[in-house]
């Protein structure tokens, strides 16, 4: 699906990015990962380097909200692979508190480490991608970028933003064969999160979706690819719910 394709992935050592770069890679891509914190805290994704070589999956420590450090990202990418063919960012802050407890600090780390990051690695990801002769962006977003929950209100703010970044970038770069889509999932955990979880906190989270249960990271990282492969040719400034129907 994602043969010969070169992706950039951002957030990559977190829930979602942990799932997407050895799927990717087993897709036939070749990945840059990067994350803000060092790959030895996922010694999963560090095996992938000698499983695959340099060649095909390379990482580098890069925080996402940095623009220089962004902008060495995507240097290096040219260097490594010599084109980007899809982005898919992951990298994001969140602050759990009611408006009258949150300070404007954790305000703006909120949305300089989700819209910010989320905008900087578009901007400087669309110079190579136009090079490369075009590809697809996917921006994670969340579902709580329109459905109001208690607590997420900067949250839930940078990730409408995001979708609305996505959908203007999809119309102004059209014409340069890019395409770009937002991804909103509800709630999702990992394998190990979820075997060590009680009946009764899985009951309670699936009376929240009409599937009945939470998702998994590789089930969001499944549409990722659709979206990221020509598969999706056709697919442009959409946003993806991916929530198990939370949102009904």
Not at 31 to 41: C, K, L, N, R
Request: charge should be negative.
């Amino acid at each position: 699906m994602l043969q010969e394709k070169t992706i950039l992935i951002t957030g990559a050592l977190g829930q979602l990015g942990r799932s997407a770069v050895p799927m990717f890679l087993g897709l036939g891509a070749n990945v840059m990962a990067s994350d803000v914190v060092p790959i030895e805290q996922a010694p999963r994704v560090a095996a992938l380097k000698e499983q695959y070589g340099e060649d095909r999956f390379r990482f580098i420590q890069s925080d996402a909200a940095d623009e220089n450090q962004v902008k060495a990202l995507m240097e290096e990418t040219e260097r490594s692979f010599g084109r980007l063919d899809g982005l898919y960012c992951n990298a994001y802050k969140n602050v759990w508190k009611p408006i009258l407890q949150l300070s404007l600090e954790e305000w703006e780390e909120t949305m300089t480490g989700t819209l910010t990051s989320t905008f900087l690695c578009c901007k400087y990801a669309l110079p190579l991608m136009i090079r490369s002769g075009g590809g697809s962006i996917v921006n994670t977003s969340s579902v709580l970028s329109h459905i109001p929950k208690s607590g997420c209100a900067s949250y839930g703010a940078a990730k409408a933003g995001v979708n609305q970044l996505t959908r203007v970038i999809a119309k102004d770069y059209a014409d340069s064969n890019i395409r770009a889509n937002a991804l909103l999932p509800g709630d999702f955990k990992s394998d190990e999160r979820l075997a060590s979880m009680s009946d009764a906190q899985r009951e309670s989270i699936g009376k929240e979706t009409l599937l009945g249960r939470s998702g998994r990271a590789d089930e969001i990282n499944q549409v990722a690819a659709f979206l990221l492969s020509d598969a999706a040719s056709y697919v442009t400034g959409s946003l993806y719910t991916v929530d198990g129907g939370f949102h009904l």
